[in-house]
């Protein structure tokens, strides 16, 4: 049985940087960036923690392929995306927390 992936954007406070990423556990590892649980990691040092986007798939391979979609697109396609489920760009993780 396959289990179901999501797919993120998180940012930094000033909306500068733009990290796509994917898991199977979406609560997790959003917490694991605010928190910097890997100190060393791209969005630790760049200090990105704001989530402002997230679709979840069936599969984690949907998942996966939609990452490398929007991975492969540039920062304008990004900004779209992002603002078209949340065009004031709020932290997403008060939604999210309560799961």
Same mark, same amino acid.
């Given at each position: 049985?396959? !289990?179901g992936g999501?797919?993120?954007?998180?940012?930094? $406070?000033?909306f500068t940087v733009l990290y796509?990423?994917?898991t199977?556990?979406?609560i997790l590892r959003i917490q694991q960036h605010k928190e910097k649980f890997?100190?060393?990691?791209?969005?630790? !040092?760049?200090?990105c923690f704001i989530l402002v986007y997230y $679709?979840?798939?069936?599969?984690?391979?949907?998942?996966i392929f939609e990452e490398?979609?929007?991975?492969?697109?540039?920062?304008?396609?990004?900004i779209k995306l992002i603002e078209g489920v949340n065009p004031d760009w709020n932290d997403l993780w008060e939604e999210? $927390?309560?799961w």
């Open positions: 049985m396959n !289990k999501c797919v993120y954007i998180i940012t930094n $406070k000033n796509t990423g994917v199977s556990d979406l890997y100190p060393d990691s791209f969005t630790a !040092k760049y200090n $679709k979840f798939f069936p599969s984690i391979e949907e998942a490398k979609r929007i991975k492969a697109g540039n920062r304008a396609k990004k999210i $927390k309560q």
